[in-house]
């Protein structure tokens, strides 16, 4: 009886540790091993920041992955809270400029998912899980019934009231500008002083060639770019730059 009055205190003690070490075996399995849904959105979430600080380079497709983190994000309020934010930082930068007033001081935008928003169409082609179908994409923009992306409508008439000129300046072809142009006037744009489009001896240029060469000419005409608007990467790099140049979020393709 005596030994086993000594033991109990021992077992209690061990069972303590047993208990102790099992429940931190728990929560290492709990933090390393979160739900698979987590996880994937964990991943997706990290690789769209890397696709929107530029860190991923050249990529083709979305990982399959992540097509419903995707197809969520865009259609979400966090696409349009980016979008906000995106709108909010550029109108805040343009408030700072001293329009002259000569009509010289210009702010460029791009026009697909810049002004326009091509979700429909993504909706039934993966939402950049699918390789980019040019023919079905053509038939699209010739529909011009992309809804307009409202942080950009809004920031376009804020741009408008202080004074500055409207270029837009697109990868689109110039076969597309009658369509492009109803569209756009259609969900509410207006009063651009240039609608660039891409001309014959523009195709087959890698698009930051082509938009560099573009505000070199607009430049060259007297014109001060002071903000550029556009969710790639290659429609604000390349020289000449605009004075700030304001990236929206893409995380559906990447174009060179």
């Not at 047993?18 to 987590?38: F, H, I, T, Y």
């Not at 991923?56 to 992955?65: H, K, L, N, S, V």
């Not at 026009?111 to 699918?130: F, I, K, M, Q």
């Not at 270029?167 to 744009?189: C, D, H, M, P």
């Amino acid at each position: 009886m005596g030994s086993l009055r000594f033991l109990s205190p021992l077992l209690l003690f061990l069972s303590a540790i047993a208990s102790a070490a099992a429940s931190q075996s728990l929560l290492r399995m709990v933090s390393e091993n979160p739900a698979s849904g987590d996880t994937e959105d964990l991943y997706c979430d990290s690789w769209r920041l890397s696709v929107e600080t530029n860190n991923a380079g050249y990529w083709e497709t979305i990982p399959a992955r992540c097509l419903q983190f995707v197809a969520e994000y865009m259609n979400g309020e966090r696409y349009a809270s980016d979008s906000d934010v995106v709108a909010a930082e550029s109108l805040a930068f343009a408030q700072t400029v001293q329009v002259a007033g000569d009509g010289k001081d210009v702010w460029i935008f791009d026009v697909d998912e810049t002004l326009l928003s091509n979700v429909p169409y993504y909706d039934v082609h993966g939402y950049g899980w699918e390789e980019f179908n040019e023919t079905a994409f053509d038939e699209w923009v010739n529909l011009a019934k992309a809804p307009a992306l409202q942080a950009s409508l809004r920031l376009y008439e804020e741009l408008l009231g202080l004074g500055f000129q409207m270029i837009l300046l697109t990868g689109r072809a110039e076969a597309q500008r009658n369509a492009t142009e109803k569209n756009l006037s259609f969900v509410g744009y207006h009063s651009w002083k240039r609608f660039i489009l891409r001309e014959a001896s523009d195709i087959g240029k890698k698009a930051v060639t082509y938009k560099s060469e573009r505000r070199a000419q607009l430049e060259a005409q007297g014109y001060r770019i002071h903000g550029n608007s556009g969710d790639q990467w290659s429609d604000l790099l390349g020289s000449p730059m605009a004075m700030r140049s304001f990236k929206l979020p893409n995380p559906m393709y990447y174009i060179q």
